[in-house]
């Protein structure tokens, strides 16, 4: 669990995203540093099992939890999750996100929608006034035709990137899709969030508008900052 330390902005954010999961829950795990670490500390928050059940958003996040005792479970149409918790690649003051550093926004999309709360856990750093100021919009297509769907992402965007490796392969999402990242431009980012949905090869967009109820923002002094959705 040393990890968790290294970074006492993220351990600040951890230590309150711990106090919202309770025994019993049935929770949506999304990816990243924040939650593998809240999974680290939620194992041993119970000693011996965690009593939780848990979805997972990607690969990575399914093999660490089940490594600390969690039960994953499949997101089938009779469950709703109690609780998800997820982190973010920028976080605005409606609470607004973009996702899909780590390429699995499109599970980690599916899993917040089956919550009945969403909690984001983040460092303060990923604060910005506007989206995509730090940050490009990640964008799962599919592969077949991939040039042609950037094509078309190029008359809604300034630029549109495939993603690679540093061995300068394709990345390839869990679900064997293709990730194109776009310089996002000032406007409304609704209308842009369905205007690049409808986009034929796309399958989904990194933003995240109105899905979190919660933001934790943890400072480098070991402070938090909570935003709440207003409304």
């Not at 999304?30 to 997972?56: H, Q, T």
């Not at 109690?82 to 390429?103: F, P, Q, S, T, Y």
């Not at 604060?127 to 094509?151: A, C, D, K, M, N």
């Amino acid at each position: 669990m040393s990890a968790i330390f290294d970074d006492p902005a993220r351990a600040a954010a951890v230590a309150v995203a711990r106090t919202r999961v309770e025994a019993g829950m049935v929770i949506g795990l999304g990816s990243g540093r924040a939650v593998s670490a809240l999974v680290d500390v939620l194992a041993s928050k119970w000693p011996g099992r965690p009593l939780l059940r848990a979805v997972a958003a990607s690969t990575t996040t399914a093999a660490r939890a089940e490594a600390a005792g969690i039960e994953l479970v499949e997101l089938d149409d009779g469950l709703q999750l109690d609780l998800a918790v997820d982190g973010a690649d920028e976080v605005d003051h409606r609470i607004d996100l973009i996702k899909g550093g780590g390429a699995a926004l499109l599970r980690e999309k599916l899993v917040l929608a089956a919550a009945r709360r969403v909690v984001i856990v983040a460092e303060a750093s990923k604060y910005v006034e506007r989206l995509g100021s730090r940050h490009e919009l990640p964008i799962e297509v599919v592969r077949f035709g991939w040039p042609q769907t950037r094509r078309r992402l190029l008359a809604l965007l300034p630029t549109a990137t495939r993603r690679v490796t540093q061995a300068g392969e394709p990345v390839v999402t869990d679900e064997g899709h293709y990730l194109v990242d776009c310089a996002v431009p000032a406007g409304d980012l609704g209308a842009l969030a369905a205007s690049v949905k409808a986009t034929l090869g796309v399958v989904e967009h990194g933003l995240f508008l109105g899905m979190a109820d919660e933001v934790i923002l943890g400072r480098p002094d070991g402070s938090v900052r909570l935003l709440r959705r207003q409304g």
